[in-house]
Protein backbone atom coordinates (compact mmCIF):
# COMPACT_ATOMS: atom_id res chain seq x y z
CA UNK A 1 0.00 0.00 0.00
CA UNK A 2 1.13 3.28 -0.96
CA UNK A 3 0.95 6.10 1.56
CA UNK A 4 1.02 10.06 0.27
CA UNK A 5 0.95 12.76 2.85
CA UNK A 6 0.48 16.47 1.92
CA UNK A 7 1.12 18.74 1.96
CA UNK A 8 4.72 18.14 1.60
CA UNK A 9 5.52 21.20 3.74
CA UNK A 10 3.21 23.34 6.10
CA UNK A 11 4.42 26.64 7.54
CA UNK A 12 2.61 27.77 10.88
CA UNK A 13 3.32 29.84 14.32
CA UNK A 14 3.06 28.49 17.50
CA UNK A 15 -0.58 28.38 18.88
CA UNK A 16 -1.84 27.86 15.12
CA UNK A 17 -3.64 24.32 14.36
CA UNK A 18 -2.20 21.74 12.02
CA UNK A 19 -3.86 19.76 9.74
CA UNK A 20 -2.03 17.02 7.95
CA UNK A 21 -3.33 14.52 5.96
CA UNK A 22 -2.30 10.82 4.84
CA UNK A 23 -4.02 8.96 1.66
CA UNK A 24 -3.43 5.01 0.77
CA UNK A 25 -3.55 3.57 -1.96
CA UNK A 26 -6.08 1.18 -0.95
CA UNK A 27 -8.17 0.60 1.87
CA UNK A 28 -5.65 0.32 5.39
CA UNK A 29 -7.14 -3.03 6.64
CA UNK A 30 -9.03 -2.32 10.51
CA UNK A 31 -7.24 1.37 9.91
CA UNK A 32 -4.39 0.12 11.78
CA UNK A 33 -2.85 3.79 10.65
CA UNK A 34 -0.06 4.90 13.12
CA UNK A 35 1.71 8.59 13.39
CA UNK A 36 5.41 9.29 13.96
CA UNK A 37 7.09 12.46 14.68
CA UNK A 38 10.60 12.96 14.18
CA UNK A 39 12.75 15.68 14.78
CA UNK A 40 16.16 16.60 13.18
CA UNK A 41 18.90 13.41 14.49
CA UNK A 42 16.24 11.64 16.26
CA UNK A 43 14.54 8.51 16.40
CA UNK A 44 11.03 8.50 15.25
CA UNK A 45 8.68 8.85 17.98
CA UNK A 46 5.51 6.52 17.91
CA UNK A 47 2.14 9.39 18.23
CA UNK A 48 -0.95 7.83 17.32
CA UNK A 49 -2.05 3.84 17.16
CA UNK A 50 -5.14 2.91 15.30
CA UNK A 51 -5.54 6.04 13.06
CA UNK A 52 -7.23 8.20 16.75
CA UNK A 53 -5.85 6.23 19.87
CA UNK A 54 -2.71 8.36 21.40
CA UNK A 55 0.20 6.43 22.68
CA UNK A 56 1.59 6.48 26.39
CA UNK A 57 3.11 10.07 27.18
CA UNK A 58 1.63 11.53 23.93
CA UNK A 59 -0.35 14.94 24.86
CA UNK A 60 -3.73 15.11 23.95
CA UNK A 61 -3.38 18.14 21.45
CA UNK A 62 -2.50 15.06 19.10
CA UNK A 63 -5.59 13.67 17.56
CA UNK A 64 -5.79 11.43 14.61
CA UNK A 65 -8.80 10.69 12.28
CA UNK A 66 -10.34 9.11 9.15
CA UNK A 67 -11.20 5.84 8.17
CA UNK A 68 -10.88 3.46 4.71
CA UNK A 69 -7.76 5.41 2.61
CA UNK A 70 -8.16 8.96 4.37
CA UNK A 71 -6.68 9.95 7.45
CA UNK A 72 -5.39 13.17 9.08
CA UNK A 73 -3.23 13.70 12.09
CA UNK A 74 -4.17 17.19 13.71
CA UNK A 75 -2.41 19.44 16.08
CA UNK A 76 -4.96 21.94 18.06
CA UNK A 77 -2.21 24.35 19.09
CA UNK A 78 1.26 23.87 18.07
CA UNK A 79 3.74 24.33 20.65
CA UNK A 80 7.63 25.38 19.74
CA UNK A 81 8.62 21.21 20.45
CA UNK A 82 5.92 20.18 17.90
CA UNK A 83 7.80 20.97 14.57
CA UNK A 84 8.97 18.46 13.02
CA UNK A 85 8.36 15.90 10.30
CA UNK A 86 5.43 13.60 10.80
CA UNK A 87 5.08 9.91 9.31
CA UNK A 88 2.00 8.09 8.72
CA UNK A 89 2.22 4.09 8.37
CA UNK A 90 0.29 1.50 7.98
CA UNK A 91 0.25 -1.71 9.75
CA UNK A 92 -3.09 -3.76 8.44
CA UNK A 93 -1.24 -5.32 5.17
CA UNK A 94 2.42 -6.43 5.13
CA UNK A 95 4.75 -5.25 4.56
CA UNK A 96 4.38 -2.22 6.65
CA UNK A 97 4.40 1.19 4.64
CA UNK A 98 5.26 4.90 5.68
CA UNK A 99 4.37 7.68 3.71
CA UNK A 100 7.19 10.35 2.52
CA UNK A 101 6.71 13.00 5.35
CA UNK A 102 4.85 16.06 6.59
CA UNK A 103 7.62 18.51 7.53
CA UNK A 104 6.09 21.40 9.87
CA UNK A 105 7.67 24.56 10.19
CA UNK A 106 7.91 27.48 11.66
CA UNK A 107 6.33 30.63 9.66
CA UNK B 1 10.17 0.17 29.83
CA UNK B 2 11.67 -1.25 26.60
CA UNK B 3 14.98 -0.39 25.38
CA UNK B 4 16.88 -1.49 22.05
CA UNK B 5 20.44 -0.84 21.67
CA UNK B 6 22.06 -1.54 18.35
CA UNK B 7 25.40 -2.13 17.82
CA UNK B 8 27.27 -3.00 14.65
CA UNK B 9 30.14 -1.81 12.24
CA UNK B 10 29.23 1.38 10.30
CA UNK B 11 31.21 1.36 7.27
CA UNK B 12 30.83 -1.98 4.82
CA UNK B 13 32.60 -2.20 1.23
CA UNK B 14 30.61 -3.09 -1.60
CA UNK B 15 29.59 -6.53 -2.25
CA UNK B 16 29.97 -7.48 1.57
CA UNK B 17 27.87 -7.84 4.24
CA UNK B 18 26.19 -5.41 6.48
CA UNK B 19 25.48 -7.25 9.77
CA UNK B 20 23.94 -4.99 12.62
CA UNK B 21 22.25 -6.21 15.85
CA UNK B 22 19.81 -5.27 18.33
CA UNK B 23 19.97 -5.89 22.22
CA UNK B 24 16.51 -6.17 24.09
CA UNK B 25 15.65 -5.10 27.22
CA UNK B 26 12.31 -5.10 29.21
CA UNK B 27 10.74 -7.69 26.57
CA UNK B 28 11.63 -10.78 25.38
CA UNK B 29 12.80 -12.07 21.66
CA UNK B 30 10.12 -14.87 22.03
CA UNK B 31 7.47 -12.85 22.95
CA UNK B 32 3.98 -14.22 21.63
CA UNK B 33 2.47 -10.71 20.47
CA UNK B 34 5.09 -8.56 19.14
CA UNK B 35 7.18 -8.86 16.45
CA UNK B 36 11.24 -7.46 16.46
CA UNK B 37 11.88 -5.56 12.61
CA UNK B 38 14.07 -3.84 10.63
CA UNK B 39 13.82 -0.35 9.28
CA UNK B 40 15.88 2.25 7.34
CA UNK B 41 16.04 5.89 6.25
CA UNK B 42 17.71 7.50 3.52
CA UNK B 43 16.79 10.95 2.10
CA UNK B 44 16.31 8.89 -1.54
CA UNK B 45 14.13 6.06 -0.27
CA UNK B 46 12.65 7.70 3.38
CA UNK B 47 11.74 5.11 5.91
CA UNK B 48 11.42 1.76 4.49
CA UNK B 49 10.72 -1.68 6.40
CA UNK B 50 13.14 -4.38 5.63
CA UNK B 51 11.97 -7.74 7.98
CA UNK B 52 10.85 -8.78 10.97
CA UNK B 53 10.80 -12.07 13.31
CA UNK B 54 8.39 -13.27 15.61
CA UNK B 55 8.02 -15.90 17.59
CA UNK B 56 3.76 -17.82 17.29
CA UNK B 57 4.55 -21.33 18.33
CA UNK B 58 7.18 -21.32 16.11
CA UNK B 59 9.66 -18.52 14.53
CA UNK B 60 8.32 -16.37 11.62
CA UNK B 61 10.35 -14.18 8.93
CA UNK B 62 8.41 -11.84 6.93
CA UNK B 63 10.54 -9.69 4.25
CA UNK B 64 10.42 -6.91 2.07
CA UNK B 65 10.16 -7.81 -1.13
CA UNK B 66 13.30 -5.48 -2.93
CA UNK B 67 15.41 -7.10 -0.44
CA UNK B 68 14.15 -10.76 -0.02
CA UNK B 69 16.69 -12.36 -1.59
CA UNK B 70 19.79 -10.56 0.16
CA UNK B 71 18.12 -10.06 3.80
CA UNK B 72 18.24 -12.10 7.05
CA UNK B 73 16.69 -11.62 10.10
CA UNK B 74 17.52 -13.69 12.87
CA UNK B 75 16.68 -14.07 17.06
CA UNK B 76 19.23 -14.75 19.63
CA UNK B 77 16.92 -16.12 22.69
CA UNK B 78 20.30 -17.18 24.26
CA UNK B 79 21.59 -13.30 24.29
CA UNK B 80 17.80 -11.77 23.99
CA UNK B 81 18.42 -9.87 21.17
CA UNK B 82 18.20 -10.35 16.91
CA UNK B 83 20.60 -9.44 14.14
CA UNK B 84 20.17 -7.94 10.20
CA UNK B 85 22.31 -9.48 7.91
CA UNK B 86 22.18 -7.73 4.33
CA UNK B 87 24.43 -9.57 1.81
CA UNK B 88 26.19 -7.74 -1.53
CA UNK B 89 25.23 -4.38 -0.33
CA UNK B 90 25.55 -1.38 -2.49
CA UNK B 91 26.59 2.95 -2.34
CA UNK B 92 22.20 2.58 -2.21
CA UNK B 93 22.03 0.71 0.90
CA UNK B 94 23.86 3.29 2.59
CA UNK B 95 20.90 4.32 5.49
CA UNK B 96 20.39 5.22 9.00
CA UNK B 97 19.15 1.59 10.49
CA UNK B 98 17.03 1.48 13.00
CA UNK B 99 15.55 -1.86 15.02
CA UNK B 100 12.39 -1.82 16.07
CA UNK B 101 9.68 -3.16 17.98
CA UNK B 102 6.17 -4.22 16.47
CA UNK B 103 2.74 -4.41 17.78
CA UNK B 104 -0.02 -4.71 15.68
CA UNK B 105 -0.85 -1.04 15.57
CA UNK B 106 2.50 0.16 14.96
CA UNK B 107 6.03 0.29 16.04
CA UNK B 108 6.34 1.43 19.48
CA UNK B 109 10.12 1.38 20.46
CA UNK B 110 12.76 1.92 18.36
CA UNK B 111 16.95 1.36 18.77
CA UNK B 112 19.22 4.90 18.59
CA UNK B 113 19.62 4.33 14.97
CA UNK B 114 22.88 3.16 13.11
CA UNK B 115 24.01 5.24 9.76
CA UNK B 116 26.11 2.77 7.45
CA UNK B 117 27.94 3.59 4.86
CA UNK B 118 28.48 1.65 1.73
CA UNK B 119 32.18 2.52 0.43
CA UNK B 120 35.13 1.09 -0.52
Redesign the interface.
Known sequence: IVLTQSPGTLSLSPGEKATLSCRASQSVTNNLLAWYQQKPGQVPRFLIYSTSYRATGIPDRFSGSGSGADFTLTISGLEPEDFAVYYCQQYGSSPPTFGQGTKVEVK | QVQLQQSGPRLVKPSQTLSLTCAISGDSVSSNIVAW?WIRQSPSR????LGRTYYRSKWNY?Y??SVKSRITVNPDTSKNQFSLQLNSVTPEDTAVY?CAR????????????TLVTVSS
Not at chain 2, 46 to 49: A, D, P, R, V
Not at chain 2, 102 to 113: M, S
Open positions: NGLEWDELYGRLNGFDYWGQG
